[in-house]
């Protein structure tokens, strides 16, 4: 693969902690390499952004991708990794952290920000885990 995988991401909580769900699309060469809604018990919307990011990352390793294009719709999120925001959160840091770790897998990632209509097929997925309490594909 020598072109970037792009890479949507998002993070969904009912309530601040509650039920969450993650998702992410893989995507390369306008083909959808792999995708994923996992319920993940309760956690907070900024949490459930980052286990998003980490499941996405170890499949796109699995998957051999070597650069990555990682579209998210948390600011927050797409900030810290950029190292333009600091993390403070005690869980945040060790979520973040374990990110940097997995970066480090790939030739490179890049973070981008985008709105959260361009996210949709990433909400969907974890909206629907926390519907069904489940993985989903």
Do not use: W
């Not at 361009?118 to 489940?134: E, G, P, T, V, Y």
Request: charged letters at 30%; hydrophobic letters at 40%; glycine letters at 8%.
């Amino acid at each position: 693969m020598e072109d970037p995988v792009r890479v949507f991401v998002d993070g969904a909580s009912r309530g601040n902690p509650g039920p969450a769900g993650i998702g992410f699309v893989v995507v390369y060469g306008g083909k959808v390499l792999a995708k994923l809604g996992r319920y993940v018990g309760v956690a907070t919307n900024n949490q459930a952004e980052y286990m998003a990011l980490i499941a996405a990352l170890e499949a796109c390793h699995e998957l051999g991708a070597r650069r990555l294009e990682v579209f998210s719709d948390s600011e927050l999120l797409v900030k810290q990794l950029r190292g333009e925001y600091s993390v403070r959160s005690p869980r945040l840091k060790e979520l973040h952290e374990k990110a940097k770790r997995l970066e480090k897998l790939f030739e490179s990632v890049a973070y981008t920000h985008v709105p959260r209509d361009s996210n949709a097929d990433a909400d969907a997925l974890a909206n629907k885990a926390i519907d069904l309490k489940r993985d989903v594909e």
